[in-house]
């Protein structure tokens, strides 16, 4: 029998979700990594993507589409991410419009020049890639369901 961890995952408007899990998966900036009950203590940054994680005693994995955040793990697992949806609350047509979006904006100023346009050129990228997590959540995700 697994033994099972508490895992939290926290927005700025709200908990989003809180249980027992088995396993989570996340999105790190060095790719995607997985923690148990009984992992070493980490701290680590998230990059957009999806989190998965299988609820104690399931077979199944749920998921969900999260922006950039951290995630700490110690006795529990506590994830902080700036945004979060489970896929069947992500509206596909407008993701694709503030995607589309974006990339016009890009296209209009990636040859700007200046401190605060380089900034701004990171944050598009950064939109680009929260609505393309999105959208692709919204299809399935990305992993192979047990």
Not at 109 to 129: C, M, P, T, W, Y
């Given at each position: 029998?697994?033994?099972?961890v ?8 709200c ?8 396993l ?5 900036l ?12 980490a701290?680590?940054l998230?990059?957009?993507?999806e989190?998965?994680?299988?609820e104690?005693g ?5 998921f969900?589409?999260?922006?950039r955040?951290f ?5 529990s ?6 945004a979060a ?5 992500i509206?596909v047509e ?21 401190d605060?346009n380089?900034?701004?050129i990171?944050?598009a ?6 609505q393309?997590?999105?959208?692709k ?6 992993r192979?369901r047990r």
């Amino acid at each position: 029998m697994t033994k099972s961890v508490k895992l939290e995952i926290i927005t700025p408007e709200c908990l989003f979700f809180r249980g027992e899990v088995d396993l989570v998966i996340v999105r790190t900036l060095s790719g995607d990594e997985g923690f148990m009950a009984g992992h070493t203590w980490a701290c680590k940054l998230l990059d957009v993507g999806e989190i998965w994680f299988q609820e104690a005693g399931s077979k199944d994995y749920k998921f969900l589409a999260a922006a950039r955040g951290f995630i700490e793990v110690r006795d529990s697992i506590v994830i902080f991410v700036d945004a979060a949806e489970w896929p069947g609350d992500i509206d596909v047509e407008r993701a694709n419009n503030e995607k589309e979006r974006a990339e016009l904006w890009l296209q209009q100023h990636q040859s700007d020049s200046g401190d605060e346009n380089e900034e701004r050129i990171f944050l598009a990228r950064v939109s680009i890639k929260k609505q393309m997590s999105r959208m692709k959540a919204a299809k399935g995700g990305t992993r192979i369901r047990r």
